[in-house]
């Protein structure tokens, strides 16, 4: 057995374990049917999320403590593994946001949390839009570059949203380039659909949001997200979009998006395609050890995240158990 093959094995056992403390399917569907805020505090307390809520005021700080916590779980995968790439995958979304959060700030004048997992500082991001030399990756400069060219021929109330859309393109565009310089078919099938998924989403919403087609068009359908199927959702009127999407990848979620009152469908096309996602990654529990079982693992970190920091601020704020039941995505395990 080579060295890269005994690391794999010693990190997919202590993958196994870890999965073995992932929350479960039915424990957060539970935890959404609860009504008082003493007895959420008691389930999160038999989980492994116990030592970041201490006391039942911790919960009104969910949203950063569960992002804390999600950070901390993929950075105990990325000490042991043997391809640092599988884990950054999944810790790269925070710089995105860092970014996001200092241009909006900057050039935008809104008032954005920063966070605190970017690994990259103000200082830094400032040097980027300045495009000043960091040890950043060229992406960067290349995004931040086309922000400056449109920040200055634009209205300033696009401002923001040409940010989102340069930047929600880079970053699944650095998703899959990232997947595929990995090499892992599996990954790179999950990488793909994100990309899909996501960027069926962001177009959907743009056209809610009446954005200007051709900023749209130039801005987020660029280099690998310029594909037939997303330029003819863009061109398409959304009462167009079923017959489309139908005979697409993500084609089997299509009648029971489309089935729901107009108001929710967005809602459960991000739902639905979250779950998609987990169904390519979730064979790999039955993989013995390897890359497969270790991103799965990851994914798995992903959508409990996002679940628990849903469900625990939705009770801190009153939400409804319908609301959080049509939102909520299934888990891994």
């Known amino acids: 057995m080579t060295q890269t093959a005994e690391k794999w094995c010693f990190l997919s056992g202590r993958v196994a374990a870890m999965e073995a403390r992932l929350i479960r399917d039915e424990a957060m569907q539970r935890m959404v049917r609860l009504d008082?805020?003493?007895?959420?505090?008691?389930?999160?307390?038999d989980t492994r999320y116990k030592e970041y809520f201490p006391i039942i005021e911790t919960l009104y700080e969910a949203d950063g403590i569960v992002s804390s916590a999600y950070m901390d779980h993929v950075q105990e995968v990325a000490r042991y593994s043997?391809?640092?790439?599988?884990?950054?995958?999944?810790v790269v979304q925070f710089d995105f946001r860092g970014f996001k959060a200092y241009l909006k700030n900057t050039l935008a004048g809104?008032?954005?949390?920063?966070?605190?997992?970017?690994?990259?500082?103000?200082?830094t991001w400032e040097r980027v839009y300045n495009d000043l030399k960091t040890p950043l990756p060229e992406f960067w400069y290349r995004a931040a570059g086309l922000i400056r060219a449109e920040h200055d021929e634009s209205h300033p109330e696009q401002t923001a949203q040409v940010i989102d859309l340069v930047l929600d393109a880079e970053y699944l565009i650095q998703q899959e380039a990232a997947a595929q310089a990995l090499g892992y078919p599996l990954i790179v099938r999950w990488a793909e659909m994100l990309k899909l998924v996501s960027a069926i989403e962001i177009l959907w919403r743009a056209k809610g949001a009446a954005?200007?087609?051709?900023?749209?068009?130039r801005?987020?359908?660029?280099?690998?997200?310029?594909?037939?199927?997303?330029?003819e959702l863009h061109a398409l009127p959304l009462a167009d979009w079923p017959d489309r999407l139908r005979f697409s990848p993500v084609g089997r979620i299509v009648d029971d998006v489309f089935s729901q009152q107009e108001g929710d469908r967005l809602t459960e096309f991000v739902r639905l395609g979250e779950n998609l996602l987990l169904d390519i990654v979730r064979p790999a529990r039955n993989v013995a050890f390897g890359p497969d079982r270790v991103f799965g693992y990851l994914c798995a970190l992903r959508t409990e995240a996002y679940n628990l920091r849903l469900v625990l601020s939705g009770k801190?704020?009153?939400?409804?158990?319908?609301?959080?039941a049509a939102r909520v995505r299934t888990?891994?395990?």
Not at 211 to 217: G, S
Not at 316 to 324: D, G, M, Q, R
């Open 331 to 333: 888990q891994y395990v």
């Open 36 to 45: 008082k805020l003493d007895d959420v505090f008691l389930s999160v307390s």
């Open 316 to 324: 801190v704020n009153k939400i409804s158990e319908e609301l959080l």
């Open 110 to 123: 809104l008032d954005v949390q920063f966070g605190n997992r970017s690994s990259v500082s103000v200082g």
């Open 211 to 217: 954005y200007d087609p051709e900023q749209v068009k």
């Open 219 to 231: 801005l987020f359908l660029r280099d690998s997200l310029n594909a037939s199927l997303l330029k």
């Open 82 to 90: 043997p391809a640092p790439d599988v884990a950054d995958m999944f």
